[in-house]
C-alpha cells in the first residue's frame, strides 16, 4: 500500500518535495526498488526517477535529470522526491510505484500509489 502526498500548486522555479509512505503488513518495502512517475493530462504516464532497495544507484529520466532527486528512508518505510527548478511542464499526477528490480518500464512495477497533483504555474 503506497500514499503519495506533497503535490500543491507552486510557481516555476520554486522547489517541493513528494513523500511516499509505504504500509501493510505483507508488503516488506526494503525488499523493493522503488520509483516515481508521472501522468500530464491527456498523455501517457512517464517514468521520471527510481533508485534500488538501498536506495542506491539512481536512474533518472532526462526530463528531470539535475532538477529532481530520489532519495528513500528503509527505516520509515518513505520514498521521497525533491523537485528543484519546476517548470510548467512538470505539471501532472505523480506516482511512486514498487519493482522487484530498477527499471524504467511502467510494466516492472506491481505496487502503486493513487497518486499527487502538482501544478506549475509560469
Known amino acids: 500500500h503506497l500514499v503519495e502526498s506533497g503535490g500543491k500548486l507552486v510557481q516555476a522555479g520554486d522547489s517541493l518535495r513528494l513523500s511516499c509512505a509505504a504500509s501493510g503488513r505483507s508488503f516488506s518495502f526494503s525488499a523493493y526498488a522503488a520509483g516515481w512517475f508521472r501522468q500530464a493530462p491527456g498523455k501517457e504516464r512517464d517514468f521520471l526517477a527510481v533508485?534500488?532497495?538501498?536506495?542506491?544507484?539512481?536512474i533518472y529520466a532526462d526530463s528531470v535529470k539535475g532538477r529532481f532527486t530520489i532519495s528513500r528512508d528503509n527505516g520509515n518505510n518513505m520514498l521521497y522526491l525533491q523537485m528543484d527548478n519546476v517548470e510548467p511542464e512538470d505539471t501532472a499526477v505523480y506516482y511512486c510505484?514498487?519493482?522487484?528490480?530498477?527499471?524504467?518500464?511502467?510494466?516492472?512495477?506491481?505496487?502503486w500509489g493513487q497518486g499527487t497533483q502538482v501544478t506549475v504555474s509560469s
Open positions: 510505484a514498487a519493482a522487484g528490480r530498477r527499471s524504467v518500464l511502467e510494466r516492472d512495477y506491481h505496487a
Open positions: 533508485v534500488d532497495r538501498s536506495g542506491g544507484n539512481p
